[in-house]
């Protein structure tokens, strides 16, 4: 079975550091991979996905990350970090089979704290 | 645009008590939708997934269940709430029925049973 490994429950640094939030997987097959933010008080909203091709992957609000199928890894970064990003981070994986159910197998998150 | 409504936004509930909560997407047509579930402490979960009106898929087994009555709604509802129900409730929905499609998702429900 699939599974999302997010090994730092919580993140903190300061405003203009580079953050790097880890996300590992296990999936016998290539994933397909996601990054969610929840902001307080507001929904899960998307910031990249990854699905082939070249490694790092461009979303939103300046954010990125790297696919690394050597470690099985895929890593959000982000800098310079400003507070509002402070928000709780999800990263998730996608079955590529091609089965049309929308399940994500989600990690644990990570919460980030940006301190001004 | 397209906006997706859950209600209730929190629900404060007896074990063995009923359960409806439902969510509704406007300024999409013949969305697919998904409910998810993240117990206290614990990561979201798919239970439920819908390609068309009245078509659902259960993911997980939890005593729950889900139904779309009609095209823009998904309602998710149990007749007896067991203490482990309790949790935040997220409905999804994406505009393409494949994996690697992003979800959007509602505010959510936030459950407590007592």
């Known amino acids: 079975a699939q599974s999302v490994d997010q090994p730092d429950a919580h993140v903190t640094l300061y405003e203009g550091a580079s953050l790097e939030l880890r996300c590992s997987y296990s999936y016998s097959a290539a994933p397909y991979l996601f990054w969610y933010v929840q902001y307080p008080g507001q929904s899960l909203q998307f910031l990249l996905k990854?699905?082939?091709?070249?490694?790092v992957v461009k979303g939103t609000k300046g954010f990125e990350a790297e696919f690394r199928k050597s470690n099985s890894s895929f890593n959000l970064k982000k800098s310079p970090a400003h507070w509002s990003d402070s928000a709780k981070y999800f990263c998730a994986l996608a079955l590529n089979t091609g089965a049309n159910t929308g399940k994500l197998t989600f990690g644990h998150g990570t919460i980030l704290r940006v301190h001004p | 645009a397209q906006t997706i409504h859950q209600w209730p936004v929190a629900e404060i509930k007896a074990v063995g008590s009923p359960l409806s909560l439902g969510c509704t997407i406007k300024?999409?047509?013949?969305?697919?939708l998904y409910w998810y579930w993240q117990a206290t402490g614990g990561t979201l979960q798919q239970l439920f997934y819908?390609?068309?009106?009245?078509?659902v898929e259960s993911v997980v087994q939890l005593n729950l269940s889900a139904s779309r009555p009609k095209d823009d709604q998904f309602i998710l509802s149990t007749e007896k709430l067991l203490l482990s129900h309790s949790g935040f409730y997220l409905c999804?929905?994406?505009?393409?029925?494949?994996?690697?499609?992003?979800?959007?998702f509602g505010h959510g429900t936030k459950l407590s049973v007592l």
């Open positions: 999804a929905w994406s505009l393409l029925a494949i994996s690697n499609e992003r979800l959007f």
């Open positions: 990854y699905i082939t091709g070249d490694a």
């Open positions: 819908s390609i068309t009106v009245g078509q």
């Open positions: 300024g999409k047509s013949s969305p697919n």
